[in-house]
């Protein structure tokens, strides 16, 4: 597919319609307005096009709906006039006549068909053929229902022709008839119908008689949140850490098209929309909406306010003789939800908007007061009490500031960050607190992932603070946090440092809070020495103000470096504080006792104590999200990935990878950490193609960023791909770049990114025997100096690979399997080394024993759900045994056309394919007779 056609979230729809639709007849689509029905037409009709079909589309309004014959103008008359003879010459004349290309007596076609013989039962002369009426059509529209058949016919005995027919609920009656009576005669195999139509909830579709049979129904349905903030990036710029961006994923309900009116109408305001404004909503998606408020009595909109101000509307039930709420059950602006209690909810997150939206601020403020005196619970009451009035009140800013260290208990840092900065703007004559509460708000909108948020906050606490001595703790906090949030572009960091350690002076443990962040700055460019003098300061200061959290802080950033230096210290210290920061409430959560969890995580996986790995890992991604912690989820999602892999739990791997790489590209401040997990995902469980575009996406963005540890990463994954693939030249290329970057940044341990062995494999097969050697060499020492024994396996085979292919295979394959042990804390590097002799064996040509090798790594890889790397092992396979049954007549037509020179896009053409189902199906032959390319393929039959 190209990339006109891809859509968020809708792969799987297209999948649908595109299968429907290869085997022939019609696809209806439908939904609410606004859903996406249009888009996928759009991507259908791309797809068609470059598959060599005819594509005919008409895009049908409702206010064009009275104009007779207006769509079958849409749809033919650019070909009646660009052909000539396509149709019988009498029936061509009534067709022109219809669509206004000549002039015609009376009007046959000036409406929709009649009903019923004339009254008088005379014949009329009012059409070519004396008006005469068969079963209610006159003779004149009988006509023309005829020359569009016909013409359909003409069209498709040429090549297949696509109907693509937007909003059919608005063909014009004329049109649709002519169209129904043609679906019903035509072979949906040549002349195929996608039409989208709009269907409300509940409601039954009535177009599908305009699909010939087969017919398939498929709904459109919402998009998740996360799909409706990348939308809004792409098309509007709008950061998905952004606040506006998450009340616009709300209130659209999922709905692309809301989402961006809603989205346009908040950027075109003269101010900030705040958490606590209502939403603008413009009139485009009033009207859609408009028709359910209009009946609506003034009570029931006051009962609707009280519902749409409240934070949780699902606690009111209707009473038995409530008028209101019973009338807005009816419009269907509300409904009642399961369960005992009846519980109302919105039928749409847009109408409460809307109703939000129209009251005036005196009446949301009397709503807010009238829920603060009714609810219970005390974040509730307090942040109602707040948006009942702006005024600065003490009482009211400690209970708001209270409330907000509760909803950090409950692992609610987004609702944290909304109270701390309502209680820092209601704190009076005090703005040091304020600052302080200020500050809260910024450190719980980074915990949320509310990146821009955070951002915001900190730069009120620098300007409202100035240079006071009261201001100085929330100044250094302010501007540490914002080191944290400058993601790839560090310029700006030593400044703020700088900055920070001024204001603070010789408080231990500010200085020891700014101490750290410029050993971390340190370390990240690459200066390490500094950074661990930066650091024995940090730790000197954090004794002396008895600061438990930065002793932690301290703990976490020495680990990853004594793990490669100093092995004997890093255990003890690792268990240790894991220790302190285990089994702590929500609110005693840092990211620095998160940081030490995933050392410790490391340390365990590196030493292959695999299974305690997956344990202390799962547990760490359960208080994590317990804690709601959202920007740290991103990072834990990736241990879990890394790990679940490592352990030969693929399935569960690439999960975790989807989920975190979604997170990553949502929050990150650059999108190159997000693409190389979903990359990391897809050589999980997914396919080695999507793999392969995703790594060398993650590749750019990290080159753009300057971001040399990720772009590394990438390079890891894309040579990975490379070698599923068969593409060994350019896997060695990318995973010594890879290796090279790594080493840059002082990552020498061959644990922490398994690239040695592939890259001895890839140099190998490439013929750089020597560079494999030595890389090899340089990999077993480094290797035994930190004692993983995780690796030699995967050297011991990268070492067959080598021996092999200088002449051995034989004693390769012996030495290999006498490495292998029975069980192996890395199940994929057992599978891979069954691969491995299952090759060598075949070349020393002792067929019994690759089958029995192969087979034993299909089973391996089958276990561990691990995709592409099975498809890899079948491969191998097919190609030891051979393909097993004849081919189809579409597989030999395909490898003749592959055979004369053809391209994917010719053969499409040529067997009224799409190009998707040619690509598809070279891939299954490639990998029924084990060869990689086309050139092997067309050897191969010709040589049978």
């Given at each position: 597919?190209?990339d006109a056609t891809v859509?968020?979230g809708?792969?799987?729809l297209l999948?649908r319609?595109?299968?429907a639709l290869a085997d022939?007849g019609?696809?209806?689509?439908?939904?609410p307005?606004g859903?996406?029905?249009?888009?996928?037409?759009d991507?259908l009709?791309?797809?068609?096009?470059e598959?060599?079909?005819?594509?005919l589309?008409s895009n049908s309004?409702?206010?064009?709906?009275s104009?007779?014959?207006?769509?079958?103008?849409d749809?033919?008359?650019?070909?009646i006039a660009e052909?000539?003879g396509?149709i019988?010459?009498?029936l061509?004349?009534?067709l022109d006549?219809?669509?206004?290309?000549a002039?015609?007596?009376?009007?046959?076609?000036?409406?929709?068909?009649?009903?019923?013989?004339?009254?008088?039962?005379?014949?009329?002369?009012r059409?070519?053929?004396g008006?005469?009426f068969f079963?209610?059509?006159?003779?004149?529209?009988l006509a023309?229902?005829?020359?569009?058949l016909?013409?359909?016919?003409?069209?498709?005995?040429?090549?297949?022709?696509?109907?693509?027919l937007?909003d059919a609920?608005?063909?014009?009656?004329?049109?649709?008839?002519v169209?129904?009576?043609?679906?019903?005669r035509?072979?949906?195999?040549r002349?195929r119908?996608?039409?989208?139509?709009?269907?409300?909830?509940?409601?039954?579709?009535?177009c599908?008689?305009?699909?010939?049979e087969?017919?398939?129904?498929?709904?459109?349905?919402?998009?998740?949140?996360?799909?409706?903030?990348?939308?809004?990036?792409?098309?509007l710029g709008?950061?998905p850490?952004?606040?506006?961006s998450?009340?616009?994923?709300?209130?659209?309900?999922?709905n692309?098209?809301y989402?961006?009116?809603l989205?346009r109408a908040?950027l075109?305001?003269?101010?900030?929309?705040r958490?606590d404004?209502p939403?603008?909503?413009p009139?485009r998606?009033?009207?859609?909406?408009?028709?359910r408020?209009?009946?609506?009595p003034r009570?029931?909109?006051d009962?609707?306010?009280?519902?749409a101000?409240a934070a949780?509307?699902q606690r009111?039930?209707?009473?038995?003789?409530?008028r209101?709420m019973?009338?807005?059950?009816?419009a269907?602006?509300?409904?009642c939800g399961?369960g005992?209690?009846?519980e109302?909810?919105?039928?749409?997150p847009?109408l409460?908007?809307?109703?939000?939206?129209?009251?005036t601020?005196?009446q949301?403020?009397?709503?807010?007061?009238?829920l603060?005196?009714?609810?219970?619970d005390?974040?509730?009451?307090?942040?109602?009490?707040?948006?009942?009035?702006?005024r600065p009140?003490?009482e009211?800013?400690?209970?708001l500031?209270?409330?907000?260290?509760i909803?950090?208990t409950r692992?609610?840092?987004?609702l944290?960050?909304?109270?701390s900065?309502?209680?820092a703007?209601?704190?009076p004559?005090?703005?040091?607190?304020?600052?302080?509460?200020?500050?809260?708000?910024?450190?719980?909108?980074?915990?949320?992932?509310?990146?821009?948020?955070?951002?915001?906050?900190?730069?009120t606490?620098?300007?409202?603070?100035?240079q006071?001595?009261?201001?100085?703790?929330a100044?250094?906090g302010?501007?540490?946090?914002?080191?944290?949030?400058?993601?790839?572009?560090r310029?700006?960091v030593?400044a703020l440092?700088?900055a920070?350690?001024a204001d603070?002076?010789?408080?231990p443990?500010?200085?020891?809070?700014v101490q750290?962040?410029?050993?971390?700055h340190?370390?990240?460019i690459?200066?390490?020495g500094?950074?661990l003098?930066?650091l024995?300061?940090?730790?000197?200061?954090?004794e002396r103000?008895?600061?438990?959290?930065?002793q932690i802080e301290?703990?976490a950033?020495?680990?990853p470096?004594?793990m490669q230096?100093?092995?004997?210290?890093?255990?003890?210290s690792?268990?240790?504080?894991?220790a302190?920061?285990?089994?702590?409430?929500?609110a005693?959560?840092?990211a620095?006792?998160?940081q030490?969890r995933?050392?410790?995580?490391v340390w365990?996986?590196?030493s292959?104590?695999?299974?305690?790995?997956?344990?202390?890992?799962?547990?760490?991604r359960?208080d994590?999200?317990?804690a709601?912690?959202?920007?740290?989820?991103?990072?834990v999602?990736?241990m879990v990935?890394s790990v679940?892999?490592?352990?030969g739990?693929?399935a569960?791997?690439y999960?975790?990878?989807?989920l975190?790489?979604?997170?990553r590209?949502?929050l990150?401040?650059?999108?190159?950490?997000g693409?190389?997990?979903s990359?990391?995902?897809e050589?999980n469980g997914?396919t080695?193609q999507?793999a392969?575009?995703?790594?060398?996406?993650?590749l750019r963005?990290g080159?753009?960023?300057?971001?040399t540890e990720?772009s590394?990463y990438a390079?890891?994954?894309y040579?990975?791909a490379d070698?599923?693939?068969?593409?060994?030249?350019?896997?060695a290329?990318?995973?010594?770049r890879?290796?090279?970057?790594?080493?840059?940044?002082?990552f020498t341990?061959?644990?922490?990114?398994?690239?040695?062995a592939?890259?001895?494999e890839a140099?190998?097969r490439?013929?750089a025997?020597e560079?494999?050697r030595r890389?090899l060499?340089?990999?077993?020492?480094?290797?035994?100096?930190l004692?993983?024994?995780?690796?030699?396996l995967g050297?011991a085979r990268?070492?067959a690979?080598l021996?092999?292919?200088?002449?051995?295979p034989h004693?390769a394959a012996?030495?290999?399997?006498a490495?292998?042990?029975?069980v192996?804390p890395?199940?994929l590097?057992?599978?891979?080394?069954?691969?491995?002799l299952g090759?060598?064996?075949?070349r020393?040509?002792?067929r019994?024993?690759?089958r029995a090798d192969l087979h034993?790594?299909?089973r391996?890889?089958?276990?561990?759900?691990c995709?592409?790397?099975l498809?890899?092992a079948?491969?191998q396979?097919a190609r030891?045994?051979?393909?097993?049954?004849p081919?189809?007549?579409?597989?030999?037509q395909?490898?003749?056309?592959v055979?004369n020179?053809s391209?994917?896009?010719?053969?499409?053409?040529a067997l009224h394919?799409?190009?998707?189902s040619?690509e598809g199906?070279?891939?299954?032959?490639f990998?029924?007779?084990?060869?990689?390319?086309?050139?092997?393929l067309t050897?191969?039959?010709?040589?049978g």
């Amino acid at each position: 597919m190209s990339d006109a056609t891809v859509l968020l979230g809708r792969d799987e729809l297209l999948d649908r319609c595109q299968a429907a639709l290869a085997d022939g007849g019609g696809v209806l689509l439908t939904g609410p307005a606004g859903i996406g029905k249009s888009a996928v037409l759009d991507a259908l009709e791309t797809e068609a096009t470059e598959a060599g079909l005819l594509v005919l589309r008409s895009n049908s309004t409702a206010t064009e709906a009275s104009l007779p014959h207006l769509a079958l103008y849409d749809l033919f008359a650019r070909q009646i006039a660009e052909h000539d003879g396509l149709i019988a010459p009498h029936l061509g004349s009534v067709l022109d006549v219809a669509l206004l290309r000549a002039p015609g007596p009376g009007a046959p076609t000036d409406g929709p068909p009649v009903e019923g013989r004339p009254p008088d039962g005379k014949p009329s002369d009012r059409t070519p053929f004396g008006g005469r009426f068969f079963d209610g059509v006159s003779a004149g529209q009988l006509a023309i229902r005829i020359a569009v058949l016909e013409l359909l016919r003409s069209l498709a005995a040429d090549r297949p022709v696509l109907l693509v027919l937007d909003d059919a609920h608005c063909l014009d009656p004329a049109s649709a008839e002519v169209l129904r009576f043609a679906a019903r005669r035509l072979d949906g195999r040549r002349v195929r119908v996608a039409a989208a139509e709009r269907v409300g909830e509940g409601r039954e579709p009535g177009c599908l008689d305009l699909l010939p049979e087969p017919r398939t129904e498929l709904a459109v349905s919402t998009l998740a949140d996360p799909l409706i903030g990348e939308l809004l990036r792409t098309r509007l710029g709008l950061a998905p850490t952004d606040r506006l961006s998450a009340r616009i994923q709300a209130a659209g309900g999922g709905n692309p098209f809301y989402a961006l009116e809603l989205a346009r109408a908040a950027l075109r305001s003269d101010r900030p929309v705040r958490t606590d404004d209502p939403l603008p909503v413009p009139e485009r998606l009033r009207a859609l909406l408009a028709d359910r408020l209009a009946a609506l009595p003034r009570e029931a909109v006051d009962a609707l306010l009280l519902i749409a101000a409240a934070a949780r509307p699902q606690r009111w039930a209707p009473a038995e003789d409530d008028r209101a709420m019973a009338a807005a059950l009816a419009a269907g602006v509300v409904a009642c939800g399961p369960g005992p209690g009846r519980e109302l909810r919105f039928t749409h997150p847009l109408l409460r908007e809307i109703i939000y939206a129209d009251a005036t601020t005196a009446q949301r403020q009397e709503c807010h007061a009238a829920l603060a005196r009714l609810l219970d619970d005390p974040l509730e009451r307090a942040r109602h009490r707040a948006l009942a009035g702006g005024r600065p009140n003490p009482e009211l800013a400690r209970e708001l500031a209270d409330a907000a260290g509760i909803a950090v208990t409950r692992g609610a840092p987004a609702l944290a960050a909304e109270l701390s900065r309502l209680a820092a703007e209601r704190t009076p004559d005090d703005p040091g607190l304020a600052a302080e509460r200020m500050l809260d708000c910024a450190r719980h909108a980074y915990d949320a992932g509310l990146l821009d948020q955070a951002r915001q906050a900190c730069d009120t606490v620098l300007r409202s603070t100035g240079q006071s001595t009261a201001g100085n703790a929330a100044r250094v906090g302010a501007r540490l946090l914002l080191v944290e949030l400058a993601g790839g572009d560090r310029s700006g960091v030593p400044a703020l440092l700088d900055a920070a350690r001024a204001d603070a002076g010789d408080d231990p443990r500010l200085r020891a809070a700014v101490q750290l962040h410029r050993a971390e700055h340190a370390i990240s460019i690459g200066q390490t020495g500094f950074g661990l003098a930066e650091l024995a300061e940090a730790e000197r200061q954090a004794e002396r103000s008895g600061d438990l959290d930065q002793q932690i802080e301290v703990v976490a950033l020495r680990a990853p470096i004594e793990m490669q230096f100093h092995r004997d210290r890093v255990l003890p210290s690792l268990r240790h504080a894991a220790a302190l920061t285990a089994g702590r409430p929500a609110a005693a959560m840092t990211a620095a006792s998160i940081q030490v969890r995933c050392c410790l995580v490391v340390w365990l996986l590196r030493s292959g104590d695999v299974a305690e790995a997956v344990d202390a890992v799962n547990l760490l991604r359960a208080d994590v999200e317990n804690a709601g912690r959202v920007k740290d989820l991103g990072d834990v999602l990736h241990m879990v990935a890394s790990v679940h892999e490592r352990a030969g739990l693929c399935a569960e791997a690439y999960r975790a990878a989807v989920l975190g790489g979604r997170m990553r590209a949502e929050l990150g401040p650059t999108p190159g950490p997000g693409l190389v997990l979903s990359a990391a995902a897809e050589l999980n469980g997914g396919t080695v193609q999507r793999a392969g575009e995703l790594a060398a996406a993650a590749l750019r963005a990290g080159e753009l960023a300057g971001d040399t540890e990720w772009s590394a990463y990438a390079l890891g994954l894309y040579g990975r791909a490379d070698l599923l693939g068969h593409r060994v030249a350019q896997a060695a290329e990318h995973l010594r770049r890879c290796r090279t970057l790594l080493r840059g940044l002082g990552f020498t341990d061959p644990a922490l990114f398994l690239v040695d062995a592939d890259l001895v494999e890839a140099l190998a097969r490439s013929g750089a025997t020597e560079e494999a050697r030595r890389v090899l060499d340089e990999a077993t020492r480094e290797a035994a100096r930190l004692d993983r024994q995780v690796l030699r396996l995967g050297l011991a085979r990268a070492r067959a690979v080598l021996v092999g292919l200088d002449g051995d295979p034989h004693g390769a394959a012996d030495r290999l399997r006498a490495a292998l042990p029975p069980v192996h804390p890395y199940p994929l590097e057992a599978a891979r080394a069954r691969l491995t002799l299952g090759d060598l064996e075949r070349r020393a040509r002792r067929r019994a024993a690759a089958r029995a090798d192969l087979h034993a790594a299909t089973r391996a890889f089958a276990a561990a759900h691990c995709l592409p790397w099975l498809d890899y092992a079948r491969e191998q396979l097919a190609r030891l045994d051979g393909p097993a049954a004849p081919l189809s007549d579409l597989e030999r037509q395909i490898v003749e056309l592959v055979q004369n020179g053809s391209t994917n896009r010719q053969i499409a053409a040529a067997l009224h394919i799409s190009v998707k189902s040619v690509e598809g199906s070279l891939t299954r032959l490639f990998r029924r007779f084990g060869v990689h390319d086309r050139t092997q393929l067309t050897l191969l039959r010709t040589a049978g």
